[in-house]
């Protein structure tokens, strides 16, 4: 008769780990970086209940209007993730559209937003980076709270 042994689980998780504190992680500086473009999904707004396109980014570089010392602290730009939503309402939907632009994509091309939508996927695209901060129940900024990553324009690298 042969024995087995079980086998070890040497994997730990984070749920695993013993905190005396909490402390999150640094925000990325302001400035300019690369990301590359993941899979699409569709949602609306909680208040307003307005559709929107959302996509999430994985920031790959930093460009030099960044700070070194910021993004040091930050523990670099690479594998840092954010999203980006686009409305798509008649007023808003043309930034959609420079967004596939600015992803490498050709609208003159006779398909469909949703086509346009899955070609970003994986590709690289430029974001700049500014900082906006949480509000306090008057709706006020709470000035030394850390700031959450704002994507206030897209480019094409």
Same mark, same amino acid.
């Given at each position: 008769? !042969?024995?087995?042994? @079980?086998?070890?689980?040497? =994997?730990?998780?984070?749920?695993?780990?013993?905190? *005396?504190?909490?402390? #999150?992680?640094?925000?990325?500086?302001?400035?300019?970086?690369?990301?590359?473009?993941?899979?699409?999904?569709?949602?609306?707004?909680?208040?307003?209940?307005?559709?929107?396109?959302?996509?999430?980014?994985?920031?790959?570089?930093?460009?030099?209007?960044?700070?070194?010392?910021?993004?040091? !602290?930050?523990?670099? @730009?690479?594998?840092?993730? =954010?999203?980006?939503?686009?409305?798509?309402?008649? *007023?808003?939907?043309? #930034?959609?559209?420079?967004?596939?632009?600015?992803?490498?994509?050709?609208?003159?091309?006779?398909?469909?937003?949703?086509?346009?939508?899955?070609?970003?996927?994986?590709?690289?695209?430029?974001?700049?980076?500014?900082?906006?901060?949480?509000?306090?129940?008057?709706?006020?900024?709470?000035?030394?709270?850390?700031?959450?990553?704002?994507?206030?324009?897209?480019?094409?690298?």
């Amino acid at each position: 008769m !042969a024995i087995t042994a @079980a086998k070890p689980n040497f =994997a730990k998780t984070l749920l695993d780990e013993v905190v *005396d504190h909490v402390e #999150r992680p640094k925000t990325l500086p302001v400035g300019s970086y690369i990301a590359t473009v993941g899979q699409w999904e569709t949602g609306e707004s909680k208040q307003k209940k307005t559709p929107f396109v959302r996509f999430p980014l994985r920031f790959v570089s930093a460009l030099d209007d960044v700070d070194a010392d910021e993004l040091d !602290a930050a523990g670099g @730009a690479s594998g840092k993730q =954010a999203r980006l939503d686009f409305y798509t309402t008649e *007023d808003a939907i043309y #930034r959609l559209d420079a967004f596939h632009e600015h992803c490498g994509e050709d609208l003159s091309d006779e398909i469909s937003r949703k086509a346009h939508n899955d070609n970003c996927m994986n590709a690289q695209v430029g974001v700049v980076v500014a900082h906006r901060y949480p509000l306090d129940a008057e709706g006020k900024p709470v000035p030394d709270a850390q700031p959450f990553i704002d994507i206030t324009r897209t480019f094409k690298v």
